[in-house]
């Protein structure tokens, strides 16, 4: 329940800041706003590219659902 939360006061604070930022206004704290998985949540491991966590981004590649990523093997 805590973390949903949080994942819904973390976007309110990002579409304010992407609002204001489309008015021309300087964010009064832009380090505050981090970016988060959108499958889970987590906020750590984030991989801005596919905007997916580091676990979420491995289950997915794993089960082929993000095209054009493959298995690296030595």
Known sequence: MA?????NSQKQKLEELLRAKRAGKKSKFPTRAYNRCHLCGRRHGYMRFFGVCRICFRELATNGEIPGVTKSSW
């Open 3 to 7: 973390r949903i939360s949080l994942v």
